[in-house]
């Protein structure tokens, strides 16, 4: 018997990675931005706790999220531009929608 981590392994047969829909990409663009949303919440209680004397220490860790999730919506919104360029582009060439 062989055991799993002696199996052979086939390399080359995974499936291609598929462009996500303009649907799909706004829906993530959305979901990016529902998530800054939320941090701009949260940096509001934390801005006000601080205020009260607490120490700053969470907001270290909301402002590491928070750049991270710019960075991401940013790259998301490019997706966005790109998938619905393509699909205007396929609409002017479709005689159906002239």
Known sequence: MVAAADAPRVVG???PPTTPSLR???DDLG???T???AAASTLRHLSAQIRHGVPPS???TL???LERDLTLASHQL???Y???AHERASLRDDPRSQ
């Open 63 to 65: 402002l590491e999220v």
């Open 31 to 33: 979901d990016r931005l």
């Open 24 to 26: 799909d990409s706004v």
């Open 78 to 80: 490019d997706v966005v």
């Open 13 to 15: 047969m995974s499936t």
């Open 58 to 60: 969470p907001l270290f």
């Open 35 to 37: 998530r800054i949303g």
């Open 82 to 84: 790109e998938r619905a």
